[in-house]
C-alpha cells in the first residue's frame, strides 16, 4: 500500500484545524497509522524545505514552521501521494480551489495548514526523516 507524509502546519494548530485536517484525510479514505505532535528546530527545517533553503523568503518559513507545534502522520492509501496532493490543492491558498483544504482555509503562499510529499520517493524519505 502507498502512503506518504502529512503535517499539518502551526497555523493549523493556532486556528484550531488540526482535526478539520483529520477529518478530510479520513473521508477521502485514507488511512492515519502513525501520529506525532512535534516542535521543529531550524535544522530539520533546512534539511525537509533544502530545495527552498537559498530563497530570500526562507527565514519567513523557519519563523512561520517554529510558531508553534506540527502533527505529523503518515497517511496509507491507493495513489495517496498524488491524493493527497488533490485534497490540499495547490500551495498558494490563494491559487487553490474552494473545496480543497487549502483553498478553504489558506489565503497565501506561506500559511497554508498543510504540508504533504510530492512524490513517492519522496514520501519514504520524509517519513524516515520525521518517524526514523
Ligand atoms: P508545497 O508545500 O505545495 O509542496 P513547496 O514549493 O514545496 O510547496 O514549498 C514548501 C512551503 O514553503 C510551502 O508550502 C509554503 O509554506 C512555503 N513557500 C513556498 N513558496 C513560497 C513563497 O513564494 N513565499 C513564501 N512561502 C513559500
Ligand atoms: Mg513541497
Redesign the pocket.
Known amino acids: 500500500m502507498e502512503r506518504t507524509y502529512i503535517m499539518t502546519?502551526p497555523d493549523a494548530y493556532n486556528r484550531g484545524l488540526i482535526g478539520e485536517v483529520i477529518t478530510r484525510i479520513e473521508n477521502k479514505g485514507y488511512k492515519i497509522t502513525n501520529m506525532k505532535m512535534m516542535n521543529l528546530d531550524e535544522a530539520i527545517l533546512t534539511e525537509h524545505?533544502a530545495?527552498?533553503a537559498d530563497?530570500p523568503?526562507f527565514k519567513?518559513?523557519v519563523e512561520?514552521m517554529t510558531s508553534g507545534p506540527v502533527v505529523g502522520m503518515i497517511v496509507e492509501g491507493e495513489n495517496v501521494v498524488a491524493g493527497m496532493r488533490n485534497i490540499?490543492g495547490?500551495?498558494d491558498g490563494l491559487e487553490a480551489p474552494a473545496g480543497t483544504i487549502r483553498g478553504d482555509y489558506a489565503n497565501n503562499?506561506?500559511?497554508?495548514i498543510v504540508?504533504?510529499s510530492?512524490s513517492v520517493e519522496n514520501a519514504e524519505i520524509e517519513i524516515k526523516r520525521f518517524f526514523g
Open positions: 502546519k524545505y530545495h527552498l530563497k523568503f519567513d518559513i512561520y490540499m495547490p500551495t503562499k506561506s500559511e497554508n504540508h504533504g510530492d
